[in-house]
């Protein structure tokens, strides 16, 4: 099966840096994949790692270490809309498996 | 990306009672999903949904509980049969478009209160 844990809840300030972090385990791994969740809505699509290293699409990086079984987002220039869950899948064997998600509280 | 709708938005249903969720897909998708998740926790999957196949349900989840219909490749239905207070949830369809990653993407779910 797939394990994947996640703290579950940090609170940091506007135009902060955040970095929350994934741990798992799983075997035929085939990718890892953050989401967005805000209070109320579906996840929304954020990164996708698949190779080691560091992914950066604008405010939001993510890094996949595959033999420590890591990830991390990093979230730059914290604004109020970023306050939300963030959620981390796995997928291994085809199947995606995802993580309870760490809420991030943005305050002023 | 897709757009992908869901109805009914939500739904206030009474014990032992079922309710049909419609997930509507703006392009022929080859994989889509369904998806619990239940108040503060994180995503369930309930079963693959197959287009002209029964779906492929997930452990803890079967058929007579979650029928599951995929007409074709834009469209499916979960149906939530015999309902009880514990199947209070918001209940997600999900695509996986490819293009290297297999990303699933997320309708706006259903949610579900059963008194």
């Known amino acids: 099966g797939q394990n994947i844990d996640q703290p579950t809840e940090m609170t940091a300030t506007e135009g902060a840096i955040v970095q929350i972090n994934c741990t798992y385990q799983t075997s035929g791994f085939n990718g890892l994949f953050w989401y967005q969740q805000h209070a109320g809505e579906a996840p929304t699509f954020l990164s996708y790692?698949?190779?080691?290293g560091l992914e950066e699409k604008g405010r939001f990086s993510s890094f996949l270490s595959r033999s420590k079984g890591y990830s991390y987002l990093l979230l730059k220039e914290l604004q109020m809309k970023d306050s939300a869950s963030y959620l981390c899948?796995?997928?291994?064997?085809?199947?995606?498996?995802f993580g309870k998600g760490n809420q991030v509280v943005v305050i002023p | 990306s897709a757009v992908i709708s869901q109805k009914p938005s939500r739904d206030i249903c009474q014990r032992g009672t079922s309710l049909t969720i419609q997930c509507q897909v703006d392009s022929q998708v080859t994989m889509m999903f369904w998806y619990r998740q239940q108040p503060g926790q994180s995503l369930t999957l309930i079963a693959t949904?197959?287009?002209?196949?029964?779906?492929?349900?997930e452990s803890g989840f079967v058929i007579d509980k979650f029928p599951i219909s995929r007409p074709n490749l834009t469209f499916s239905t979960l149906t939530v049969s015999n309902m009880s207070p514990e199947d209070s949830s918001i209940y997600l369809c999900?695509?996986?478009?490819?293009?290297?990653?297999?990303?699933?993407?997320f309708g706006p779910g259903t949610r579900l209160t059963v008194l």
């Open positions: 999900s695509v996986e478009i490819g293009m290297g990653s297999d990303t699933q993407y």
């Open positions: 949904a197959n287009q002209g196949s029964e779906a492929t349900y």
């Open positions: 899948a796995v997928r291994g064997n085809n199947r995606l498996a």
């Open positions: 790692n698949v190779l080691d």
